[in-house]
């Protein structure tokens, strides 16, 4: 069974701690996403990397910087947490293939992070 | 500029009772696109996409979406639904040859017994 786990369902944190959110996936996939998911929002794309240290920001990076040193793993940091970085943070990955645009992307169930 | 609209915040109906989830889209390329849902306390799971071909995609829960182009839509319907059924529901858009995907703000399902 295919699997992308993040290392905390419930994370609370600090106004101005660095936060670190782990992703691993088990399917040597060579994407992998970080989204937050907000209310009336949906999901927006935090960054993504397409191979071991490259990456790519998404529509949302501003107080958010990743790192990719393992095909399978991907963290998302929070270099000074702040309260408006209260979420639901989701991790995804797909495969590369031919047309990367319609390979499915498999999620994580959530990191629900609080900033106090 | 690529985007992704979902009218209906929630959506109650009753067990049973068919639905219809609406989602619209806009782009100036050819699009994939996808439904996802997601129950409570849990990632999203994909239901089902439309690649090529038949406009017509069923997914092996009884949902079906159908594809589009001239209005620019990709809706969601279940002639029955079940308890079971209640999630969010995510329209998404992927360009072709891009790695991104647009997901549109999700529709609340909510099956009332």
């Known amino acids: 069974d295919v699997k992308v786990t993040q290392s905390s369902r419930y994370l609370v944190k600090r106004t101005g701690e660095k936060v670190f959110l782990e992703c691993v996936q088990d399917?040597?996939?060579?994407?992998m996403f970080w989204y937050r998911q907000d209310p009336g929002l949906g999901l927006r794309l935090i960054y993504f990397?397409?191979?071991?240290?490259?990456?790519e920001k998404g529509d949302i990076p501003e107080g958010y910087s990743v790192s990719r040193e393992k095909k399978e793993r991907f963290s998302l940091i929070l270099e000074s947490a702040s309260t408006n970085q209260t979420s639901m943070y989701l991790c995804?990955?797909?495969?590369?293939?031919?047309?990367?645009?319609?390979?499915?992307?498999?999620f994580g169930p959530g990191t629900r992070l609080t900033v106090l | 500029a690529q985007s992704v609209t979902q009218l209906d915040s929630q959506v109650p109906v009753f067990e049973e009772a068919p639905v219809e989830l609406r989602c619209n889209y806009s782009?100036?390329?050819?699009?994939?696109l996808f439904w996802y849902v997601q129950y409570p306390n849990q990632g999203l799971q994909l239901l089902l996409k439309?690649?090529?071909?038949?406009?017509l995609v069923e997914s092996i829960n009884g949902f079906e979406a159908e594809f589009n182009k001239s209005q620019t839509s990709f809706h969601l319907r279940k002639p029955s639904v079940h308890i079971s059924d209640t999630a969010e529901y995510f329209c998404?858009?992927?360009?072709?040859?891009?790695?991104?995907?647009?997901f549109g703000t999700g529709t609340r399902l909510k099956v009332l017994a």
């Open positions: 998404a858009v992927s360009e072709w040859g891009t790695y991104k995907y647009i």
């Open positions: 990397s397409y191979d071991v240290k490259m990456k």
């Open positions: 439309y690649l090529s071909g038949s406009t």
């Open positions: 995804a990955s797909s495969s590369f293939g031919e047309r990367v645009s319609y390979n499915e992307q498999f």
């Open positions: 782009s100036s390329v050819s699009v994939y």
């Open positions: 399917m040597d996939h060579e994407n």
